[in-house]
Structure formats: C-alpha cells, structure tokens
C-alpha cells in the first residue's frame, strides 16, 4: 500500500511539471498573415487567433530546405480528434506553402486543426481554425492545474490497490496477444503512400522496404515524392537502392525547382554523407546529369565543382553525353558582369575553401574537354578566377596554361589581366609562374596603370609586389 501511495504521488507531481511547462516556438510562424503565437497554453501549441481561409499560405522564417506539415483535425481543447485523417504537406526549396497543397488535394473542411511544421531541424505545433471564428486559448492556471492535479493524485491512491491486482492479468493477456498470430494489414495505395513518405523522411529503411515490398506501384506515385524526400533529407546509399530496386523513376524531378534526384542528393550534402555510392546509383539508372535547377542553372556538375567532390565529379563524368561546358543562369542580363559560369570555372574558384583535391577535380574536367579558354561578357577567364582566388595555388594556374590557357585576356570594364588580379591578391608564386610563361607586365589597367608601375608603387611592400619587381630586375622584361 505504501508502494503504491509513493508511485502515484509522484506521478501526480511530475504530470504537473510537465502540464504547466511551456515551450515556445522555434521558428517564427504564420498563416494567412496572422502570426501563432506562443500563448502559455498546457498542450505547448502556439495559437493563431484569427480564422484563416483553406487555402491560407504558411509562412515559416527560417533557412529550411524542406517545410513538413502535418495537419488533423482537433477537438475544442486543442487534442487531436480520433479517427480523423491527417493531411501532409511538403515543400521543397521554400519557406511558405499554401493549406490547399495537401498530399492528398483534399482541400481542409472548416473547423479546428492541430498542426506540426517541421523545418530546419526544429518541430513546432500550432492550433488554427479554418473558416470563421477565433481560436480558444483553453488554458489554465497553475494553481487550478495543481488542485486537479492533487484530485487525480488522491482519486488515483484508492484505484492503486484495484490497478495493482490487475496488473497481473493484463500483463498475462497482453503477453498472450503478443503471442498470438497477426494478420497481415492491409493498406489502401493512398495509406501506403503517405506511410512510404514518413519512412523516407525520417530514413526508416525497414519501414521502407516492407512497404514496398507490399505494394510495389506506390514507389512513384505523387510524382515519386517519398523517393525525393529520401534523397533531400537522408542520402543514404541503403534506403536509396531500395527505391530503385523497387522501380524508382531515377530520372523524376522537381516540377517548380527542375531539381532532379542527382541535385537533390547533392544540395545540402554533409562531409559524413555516403553520397558517391547515391550518386553512382543514380547516374546508372539514367539521372540525367546536364538537368539544370531552374532558379539559377546549376547542375550537379556545378554542385560539385563549387564543393570541390573530388569522388562525385568523378563519376557524374562517366555518364553519357556529360556537358562539362553548360553554364548557369545569367541572373542579369542587364548587368555588365555576366555570372553564367562553366564547372571549371567553380573548381577554379574555390579560394580559401580550397582544398588539394581542387586540383583533381580540373584535371578531370580538362581531361573530359573543359574549355581552357572560356569566357564570360566581360571576358573574365578561369585563370583570372584562380589568379584572384584567396589562395596562392600556382599549381591549378601552371595546369590552366600548359593546356592552352591565354596568358593575358583582359577583363571589362577595369582591364584587369591575371596577372593584375595576382598582384592584388598578392599571390607571388602565381605572379611568378605567369611572368615565366610569358605574361606582358606593361598592359595597363583602366587608369593606364600597369603591372611594373604597381610593383613600385601601391604594391611594392607587398609579397607579390617584390615578386615582380626581381623578375624585372633581373633584365626581364615582357
């Protein structure tokens, strides 16, 4: 009898620790417009007031990569109605969606709704109504929760002894249950395609295969969305080579984004990620690794390039009719700077990110046809970009010239040669190699400067600066 008082008393005291705690939201949120609001309720859901039309637009501030929301209907006091469906929304590449994006096209009926969102790492649940009206606090003060808690606690010390006797019995009867055979559920393809999504998102590779295995023609529905849910968010070799033994349309993309599964796999990578197994899976069920993102142009050659994956660019260049000269968007036509680079140019660029594997990966790219000489509008080149990056990497700027790179291409509108751009960078062992191969050190700027009269001016305290003037010194001279 002891035993039991102490157990329930303390159970008593925690439930109230936990009822009157309440947590805030980890994001700012809002719906149509109005913001939740964090308004100390027990349940730790945060509010929006004022009623909101079905197809309301969710707004999460907050850099996320995918936004998750989970919506059901709720009860008055804020609790999750029994047997009533729960709509999922995804987004990907956004911070807002619209109420009527459900995964389903179920539009929301007008009522109450407990929603979970889902974004940048971070959960929060947030109570809205659709339709007219305001949504209820339903909250209670410390003292009231403490005295029903007290209540409970007492009402709960004279069931102790009756719960106690039946423990037993329940313990044998589930015990027996557990035993027993169970029949195999049977899920509709709409069930089985939103629990397939679920175990993406969350990597449940067991849940995965099992609910392929059960019905295989879920894999690509709702435009392979689960599958692309795995890439974005998993990246795991194993749950990947599930969907694609499954049937997974390795070649499906986004419709807004024009993301296809290599970028998604790519964008937003860690260094820890299995990701040149996912992307050998991908590049051999004919991902198509020219598919461009539509908001800017990068392709997976581009991604990888940037992140200097040395491993992965290898094998996105074994696919057939790779284009490692297909340039990004030009974001502004209107501007004199034209930012549509090539791959190469990425590699190149890398500065104090840079890593020796950057080497490789030019290599690689020139072996497989880059253009040495490329340009953009202004007439920017690769070996500008290495001449200018943060780091003095004369071996990629020595790679670049042995194949053709021309020594003094000269940039619009400040008439900048690589060689200017070394000096200003003050990378000497690059001023060094280009003055060697041949660079004119007498081009003048725009303000009809020229490399020698820097080296003695502006310049002369600096590495680069001393560089070239014991070049010059020495009686060379362009």
Not at 68 to 85: E, F, Q
Not at 131 to 141: A, I, L, P, R, W
Not at 367 to 377: E, S
Request: net charge neutral; hydrophobic share 40%.
């Amino acid at each position: 009898m002891t035993t039991a008082r102490t157990w329930i008393a303390g159970m008593a005291v925690f439930a109230v620790a936990q009822i009157i705690s309440a947590v805030e939201l980890p994001f700012p949120l809002s719906i149509g417009g109005h913001p939740a609001r964090d308004e100390g309720r027990l349940d730790s859901a945060a509010v929006v007031r004022e009623a909101v039309d079905p197809q309301a637009e969710v707004v999460i501030k907050a850099q996320t990569e995918m936004i998750i929301l989970n919506i059901t209907a709720a009860n008055d006091d804020g609790s999750v109605k029994p047997h009533s469906r729960t709509a999922i929304i995804m987004a990907q590449g956004a911070n807002k969606v619209r109420l009527d994006q459900t995964m389903d096209k179920k539009p929301l009926a007008a009522g109450l709704y407990r929603m979970t969102a889902t974004a940048a790492d971070a959960t929060a649940i947030v109570l809205f109504r659709v339709g007219e009206g305001v949504v209820g606090v339903g909250g209670k003060t410390m003292a009231q929760v403490e005295q029903e808690a007290n209540q409970k606690a007492g009402e709960a010390t004279q069931k102790a002894m009756a719960d106690l006797k039946k423990a037993k019995e329940e313990e044998a009867a589930r015990a027996k249950q557990a035993a027993a055979p169970k029949p195999a559920e049977k899920l509709s393809d709409e069930e089985a395609s939103i629990r397939l999504a679920y175990a993406s998102q969350y990597g449940e590779v067991d849940k995965v295969k099992a609910l392929l295995a059960s019905n295989p023609k879920i894999v690509n529905m709702k435009d392979g969305q689960a599958f692309q849910a795995a890439l974005s968010l998993q990246k795991g070799p194993e749950i990947v080579k599930a969907f694609l033994d499954a049937g997974a349309d390795a070649t499906v993309k986004q419709k807004e984004s024009g993301c296809n599964t290599i970028i998604l796999a790519i964008d937003g990578a860690k260094p820890g990620d299995e990701l040149t197994a996912v992307v050998k899976m991908l590049v051999e069920k004919g991902a198509d690794v020219n598919c461009p993102r539509v908001k800017d142009g990068y392709t997976a050659l581009h991604l990888a390039a940037r992140q200097g994956m040395k491993d992965v660019m290898e094998v996105l260049l074994t696919a057939k009719n790779v284009d490692v000269n297909q340039r990004t968007r030009d974001l502004d036509t209107t501007s004199t700077v034209d930012d549509a680079w090539p791959p190469l140019f990425y590699a190149v660029s890398r500065g104090d990110e840079g890593q020796p594997d950057d080497l490789k990966v030019v290599e690689m790219l020139l072996a497989k046809g880059a253009d040495v000489k490329a340009a953009t509008r202004e007439n920017l080149t690769a070996l500008h970009l290495v001449a200018s990056s943060g780091r003095d990497r004369r071996d990629i700027a020595d790679l670049l010239v042995s194949k053709g790179a021309v020594l003094d291409p000269v940039s619009r509108p400040f008439r900048l040669t690589p060689l200017h751009e070394a000096l200003m960078k003050d990378n000497p062992e690059i001023c060094r190699l280009l003055l060697e191969r041949g660079a004119n050190a007498n081009i003048p700027n725009d303000q009809g400067v020229t490399i020698i009269q820097h080296a003695n001016g502006n310049y002369k305290d600096w590495k680069s600066g001393r560089a070239v003037r014991e070049w010059s010194g020495k009686g060379r001279r362009p």
